[in-house]
């Protein structure tokens, strides 16, 4: 599955949601996980709501979004994309986050886990 990291320095869990320029991405699998790439994203727009559909919209095919902050509208955006965010604690590294999540890959999965993986296995789910 893929997880996006909105960080600084590529190293920690430390950049809120909505001042984010870059996202870090990286494919989870229980028992594999690689850095795959950057997405960049826009961060100018008429408005806050244009701002927040442009970072969702590079997020698009990321089945979670770890963030150091995030506001409500945000948040309640990417739900809607099927896109879970989730705040890290005391801006973790994200080594330490995706070796925590392949953890919790191999063991049994809360629910909302299991459907966000299951996000990149549906046929078209880069379709919107």
């Not at 870090?24 to 795959?36: Q, V």
């Not at 739900?79 to 330490?96: A, R, W, Y």
Request: aromatic share 8%; charged share 30%; hydrophobic share 40%.
């Amino acid at each position: 599955m893929k997880v996006a990291f909105a960080s600084t320095d590529k190293i920690h869990v430390n950049e809120h949601f909505g001042r984010a320029e870059q996202f870090f991405i990286w494919e989870i699998g229980p028992e594999e996980a690689e850095f795959t790439g950057v997405v960049q994203v826009k961060t100018e727009g008429a408005d806050e709501a244009d701002r927040i559909e442009a970072r969702c919209a590079g997020l698009n095919d990321c089945a979670l979004v770890y963030v150091a902050q995030i506001g409500g509208p945000a948040a309640a955006r990417l739900v809607q994309k099927k896109i879970h965010p989730i705040k890290s604690k005391e801006q973790e590294p994200i080594t330490l986050v995706v070796e925590k999540l392949q953890e919790v890959l191999r063991g049994s999965p809360p629910p909302w886990m299991r459907k966000a993986m299951l996000k990149s296995e549906r046929p078209g789910f880069l379709e919107g």
